[in-house]
């Protein structure tokens, strides 16, 4: 077993050397969104470096960080292809209230299995399928809500995941349009999202650190002034400063 596969079998806690088979695939995503978070303390802190394999691997499996999307689905990416699932990546232009203007730079995975394509993500912050969702339409439904991807041309590609997170979407809402036609062809490319994301104003995630994870029970955040959880429904948010901050990094990120 090569180091990248013991690792992610290690951090997300699978036991043993067994085969991966696209049935158990829920499972990995479910242990992966609940262990690996979604983060941009690095972005923050400026300590960014190329994206190639090994830099993924020493940063999520060997430091035991988080990412963002690029670095987390590159991770899942790497790992899935070790264990003999045929993937790409793919990039995204993410939706909130309007499609964002910095481009494609969400990254997923595409995965093929038995004649048919799965579009498979767990650096979509608190809103995972934690399920492959067929490319056909049809609803999947996780303990984080239910999710389809629908086949629609627009300026961003030809297909758009519509999401219902649980507890908190009356409806249907847009998550972000992928061009399925257009695979990541080297992962050397996603330096170009990562350089995006770091410098360009509108970027979401270059302003405050921001790091969450999905729960048994729902999701915690945790922001420069806010922790907020969601447990079976329930919100709680508690202000807080830099010290606090400090602690509950540590208390519930181990970091």
């Known amino acids: 077993m090569s180091d990248l596969n013991a690792l992610f079998r290690k951090r997300i806690g699978i036991k043993g050397e067994k085969k991966l088979a696209f049935e158990g695939l829920d499972d990995i995503l479910e242990k992966t969104g609940k262990t690996i978070p979604f983060e941009n303390l690095s972005i923050i802190t400026s300590n960014l470096h190329d994206i190639n394999k090994e830099n993924i691997i ?23 292809m070790e264990n003999g699932f045929e993937v790409s990546l793919v990039r995204g232009v993410i939706y909130n209230q309007g499609w964002m203007t910095i481009g494609r730079t969400h990254v997923a995975i595409l995965l093929k299995h038995d004649g048919q394509t799965y579009l498979v993500d767990t650096g979509f912050g608190g809103n995972l399928p934690l ?125």
């Open 58 to 80: 020493n940063k999520v499996l060997v430091r035991n960080e988080g990412g963002v999307c690029y670095e987390l689905n590159a991770a899942l990416y790497f790992f899935l």
């Open 131 to 255: 399920k492959p969702v067929p490319l056909t339409g049809e609803t999947v439904i996780s303990q984080n809500g239910e999710f389809r991807v629908k086949q629609e041309k627009t300026e961003h590609g030809n297909h758009i995941l519509e999401l219902k997170l649980k507890y908190k979407d009356p409806d249907w809402k847009i998550g972000y349009a992928f061009d399925s036609s257009k695979p990541v062809e080297n992962v050397a490319e996603l330096n170009e999202v990562q350089t995006i994301i770091k410098e360009d104003p509108q970027s979401p995630f270059n302003k405050h650190p921001l790091i969450t994870c999905l729960t048994n029970s729902g999701n915690i955040t945790l922001t420069d002034t806010s922790f907020t959880q969601w447990a079976d429904g329930k919100v709680t948010r508690e202000d807080i400063d830099g010290k606090r901050f400090k602690e509950l990094l540590k208390q519930h990120f181990d970091r």
